[in-house]
């Protein structure tokens, strides 16, 4: 059985600061690595998509990924309020176009 | 609004009724893909359209539960004899023909309340 483990939180982090949200993955066949964003009641909004090791970064978001460890970040810099919300982890495996997702953490930023 | 589409937003049945849910995705995307959300759960994979072709079924319950993505048209996940643990949301994703990533792009999905 395939998993995606994230920390369901609630992790609070006070505005301006940094957030760091975490996943670790199961199957050493992953290829490719989702961060979608979801507010309550909304649907999930992709924000940064990874497939290779290292560091990605757009804008205050950076996504890092490391294959040995199977484990992909995600790091939300100068917090707002309005990155309060869920944040969900997605797998997908090499041939195949399903996602696995984490049951997401639950980030609140503090004013 | 080229994102993707799904109607109806919200849907209300009864016991043993049938419901239709419908999703057309971004323009350019040809890939279809369904997901359900339990209350307080994470996203499950339910099934994989191209256009006219089923590709994965996998996380498809095995009875009452079906979906086509037509030539024309919207694809459509289909609930027969509803009960309540059916009561979910509903997302449909699409992504562009094969690329090396895979984006998937979700709609507002559909919020099923079974009474």
């Known amino acids: 059985q395939k998993e995606v483990e994230q920390n369901s939180g609630p992790l609070s982090v006070p505005e301006g600061a940094i957030a760091s949200l975490n996943c670790t993955y199961s199957?050493?066949?992953?290829?490719?690595f989702f961060w979608y964003r979801q507010y309550s009641g909304k649907s999930p909004e992709l924000i940064m998509s990874?497939?290779?090791?290292g560091d990605k970064e757009d804008g205050r978001f950076t996504a890092q990924l490391n294959k040995a460890s199977q484990y992909v970040s995600l790091l939300i810099r100068d917090s707002q309020p309005s990155d309060s919300a869920t944040y969900l982890c997605?797998?997908?495996?090499?041939?195949?176009?399903?996602?696995?997702f984490g049951t997401g953490t639950r980030l609140t930023i503090i004013p | 609004n080229a994102g993707v589409m799904q109607n109806p937003r919200h849907l209300v049945r009864r016991r043993g009724q049938e419901a239709r849910l419908r999703c057309s995705p971004m323009?350019?995307?040809?890939?279809v893909y369904w997901y359900r959300q339990l209350p307080e759960e994470g996203l499950k994979f339910m099934v994989y359209?191209?256009?006219?072709?089923?590709?994965?079924e996998s996380g498809m319950p095995k009875e009452r539960f079906s979906a086509e993505f037509p030539k024309e048209g919207p694809s459509i996940l289909r609930i027969q004899q509803v009960v309540r643990g059916d009561s979910a949301a509903y997302f449909c994703?699409?992504?562009?023909?094969?690329?090396?990533?895979?984006?998937?792009?979700f709609g507002p999905g559909t919020r099923l309340t079974v009474l």
């Open positions: 994703a699409s992504s562009a023909p094969r690329t090396s990533v895979n984006e998937q792009f």
């Open positions: 199957d050493r066949g992953s290829q490719s």
């Open positions: 990874i497939y290779s090791n």
């Open positions: 997605a797998v997908k495996d090499f041939g195949n176009e399903k996602l696995t």
């Open positions: 323009k350019g995307h040809s890939h």
């Open positions: 359209l191209q256009k006219e072709n089923i590709i994965d």
